[in-house]
């Protein structure tokens, strides 16, 4: 068992080996400022210079501007943008599979995707390529081969682990409005702590979450802790899976807690009532991320 997490790598903007060739060989640079159009990796190459290659990667991305990761029909979504970009350098559509289905405006760190893409150059190449032609809020990084018959993202999952940021200053922030939930109000982190640990292990979560496809609502949490590091604070949760909205409604009826509207033992309660009215609305989604997932 191993946690996929990200690991930040110091960026190259060197040309790729194959950049000098005289032949087509595509040409473009990784640089924020450049993007010029890559040749696609199979045009005018003999196909046995071709290889499909079934692939995972990490994925981060800003999902402010996106309706979610999960592709919809005219909406801006993460993967939609990661298809139509590997799309352009392989000129064949590409299906991505994903360990977590976000919801609008949340972030990934780690998120970890899976794809098949035909490509006659070596996988770094691919990454950089890849790289070369995403938007800036959408970044895929430690590119690697995988058996496609055993590994899928989501399925192969063991856990996954979500981060929850809130910025407790009286004063909003503008550098963080983006990442992180502002509550200005005074929090007792140490009831909203006492409430977590109600949470894990295996229960019935239906007052927290909706089942993506009709689904049990049983999940598995394995913890779930807030940390306090001056204004920044954030709840860390990780759980063999989640049910839609699930984590953002545990935030949000934690925080009740920390300003008083609920006690501790509400939250034994809210949880044993099955019912997801009796739960707070869902926090905003733009403190959300997910960090992790482990297989």
């Known amino acids: 068992m191993h946690r996929v997490t990200p690991h930040v790598r110091a ?9 000098s060739a ?25 196909d046995d210079k071709v290889v499909t290659h079934s692939v995972r990667a990490l994925a981060e991305y800003d999902g402010t501007d996106y309706l979610g990761f999960q592709v919809q029909r005219d909406a801006p979504t993460v993967q939609g943008t990661l298809e139509q970009a590997l ?29 098949e ?7 770094e190449d691919l990454e950089r390529a890849w790289n070369a032609v995403l938007p800036q809020d959408v970044a895929v990084r430690e590119l690697k ?9 989501r ?6 682990l979500y981060r929850y940021t809130v910025w407790t200053a009286p004063w909003r922030s503008p550098l963080h409005q983006r990442y992180a939930h502002h509550e200005p109000r ?7 702590n006492r409430a977590a640990s109600i949470l894990t292990g295996s229960h019935d979560f239906a007052s927290f979450g909706q089942p993506t496809q009709g689904e049990v609502t049983v999940r598995r949490v394995d913890s779930a802790e807030w940390r306090q590091d001056g204004p920044l604070l954030t709840f860390e949760i990780e759980a063999n899976a989640f049910l839609r909205r699930m984590v953002r409604t545990i935030v949000a009826t934690l925080l009740e807690v920390g300003v008083g509207r609920r006690s501790v033992a509400d939250v034994s ?27």
């Open 186 to 192: 005074p929090l007792d982190v140490v009831a909203m």
């Open 269 to 295: 309660a809210v949880l044993a009532a099955r019912e997801r009215s009796k739960a707070a609305p869902p926090a905003p989604a733009c403190g959300l991320c997910l960090v992790a997932v482990t297989y």
């Open 22 to 46: 005289k032949a087509t060989a595509p040409r473009w640079s990784s640089s924020n400022c450049s993007r010029s159009r890559p040749t696609l990796a199979t045009a005018g190459q003999p």
């Open 155 to 160: 399925y192969s999952a063991l856990s996954r």
């Open 117 to 123: 893409a035909r490509w006659r150059h070596s996988l």
């Open 11 to 19: 960026a190259t903007f060197a040309s790729p080996s194959w950049a």
């Open 145 to 153: 081969q995988v058996d496609d018959s055993t590994f899928h993202p």
């Open 87 to 115: 799309q352009r350098l392989t000129g064949e559509p590409t299906r991505i599979r994903y360990a977590g289905r976000t919801d609008a405006g949340v972030h990934a760190s780690g998120q970890v995707i899976a794809a």
